[in-house]
């Protein structure tokens, strides 16, 4: 029954989420405690906020403001001190932190963070054409709920990355100016992750046609 109910749970989180996505196509990339206030100010123009700073000490103080505020908040695994990211250390951060969910850049651990009700989001580095392989392969293994690919100055890879599957994709990295934000979206991504502040105030339109499918 609690394995059910928290599928329902991160059923529900899911769906808040990529509901969101309509609304607005920004996220804040925290990687800076002082900024966390920062994206509170702005929470109306901001679908989620993927957290990078913290440790197993304060991280649940952190996601819990965020989730106050009615922010969905993602913990970025690989950059949290302290949280292990085996089967014990999920169990405990799905029953105890309780974020929206985690990202993650290895198959492993999406597929066991599935399995514990959480949403997951897998981020992969694109630096030449053997990251498509490896996009392709991580997906015939586990399909993550979001893919994250970086850096976010090749707008038209998104378009072949649309190419090997129907999930949103979310990008980020690189990103000076609002104008390279929304060349990304009229690319196809569903949503910009950035860590820059001034962009995180930007109006982001769906307006914005997708010239790549």
Request: with cysteine; net charge positive.
């Amino acid at each position: 029954m609690r394995v059910v109910a928290r599928e329902l749970a991160g059923s529900r989180l899911r769906k808040t989420f990529l509901d969101g996505l309509a609304d607005s196509r920004m996220i804040a990339s925290v990687k800076d405690p002082r900024h966390i206030e920062t994206a509170l100010s702005l929470r109306g123009r901001l679908s989620g906020v993927f957290l990078l700073t913290g440790h197993i000490g304060v991280v649940k103080g952190y996601v819990d403001v965020f989730k106050k505020h009615e922010l969905p908040v993602f913990l970025h695994l690989e950059k949290i001190g302290g949280l292990s990211t085996d089967s014990y250390g999920l169990d405990y951060l799905a029953k105890a932190v309780k974020p929206t969910g985690i990202i993650s850049t290895k198959t492993n651990v999406v597929k066991t963070a599935k399995k514990m009700g959480l949403t997951a989001i897998q981020r992969f580095f694109l630096v030449d054409s053997e990251g498509l392989d490896n996009i392709a392969k991580s997906l015939r293994q586990i399909e993550p709920d979001v893919i994250e690919i970086m850096p976010a100055r090749m707008p038209e890879v998104i378009g072949k990355v649309k190419a090997l599957s129907n999930l949103p994709i979310i990008t980020g990295g690189l990103l000076y100016e609002q104008s390279q934000a929304e060349e990304c979206l009229r690319c196809g991504a569903a949503a910009i992750s950035s860590s820059s502040p001034e962009l995180w105030k930007g109006t982001y339109s769906h307006n914005l046609s997708k010239r790549i499918t």
